[in-house]
């Protein structure tokens, strides 16, 4: 798999995996540069995204495209997410989801209040707008680069 960071020509085809999975999309046009598009084979198999917001970072909007899930695709997206944070200097990666809980337990990431996320992330349009209340905030903290 490889991964890069999606451009101008990739927002119709990231729009549409949004909408198709029920994500949050309203934005993209202007976090267009925070988004990633995974490949395998030729062919896109997801896409994430990472805002970096100094030493904080949100996740957001990774999707595996529905035939290449259950084959470590979605593990692999987040991994180079992660990395790519950490090299901006992230300390602490948040996300906010409405059913993958469990998915992002076993990458290490652990529940939190939602009010106890930074300030810098509660403001990002994502967490204050676009993700209904009832989702829940995770985070996961590393003390060295990835």
């Known amino acids: 798999m490889k991964i890069r960071k999606a451009n101008r020509r990739d927002l119709p085809l990231v729009i549409n995996i949004l909408r198709r999975n ?3 999309h309203e934005d993209i046009p202007s976090k267009l540069d925070c988004m990633f598009i995974a490949h ?3 062919e896109v198999v997801g896409i994430g995204g990472v ?3 100094g030493r904080h970072g949100l996740l957001r909007s990774l999707v595996v495209e ?3 899930r259950g084959k470590g695709y979605g593990r692999a997206i987040c991994k180079e997410l992660e990395r790519y944070a950490a090299l ?3 300390e602490e990666l948040y996300l906010l989801t409405t059913n993958a809980e469990g998915f992002f ?3 290490g990431f652990s529940v939190i209040k939602r009010e106890d996320a930074p300030g810098v992330i509660q403001k990002t349009e ?3 707008a676009l993700c209904p209340s009832s989702a829940v905030c995770m985070r996961k903290k590393w003390a060295k680069k990835l």
């Open 40 to 42: 395998s084979g030729g």
């Open 105 to 107: 337990r076993k990458l």
């Open 51 to 53: 805002e970096i917001l």
């Open 126 to 128: 994502e967490f204050s």
């Open 22 to 24: 029920n994500l949050p």
């Open 66 to 68: 529905e035939e290449f």
């Open 88 to 90: 901006k200097g992230v």
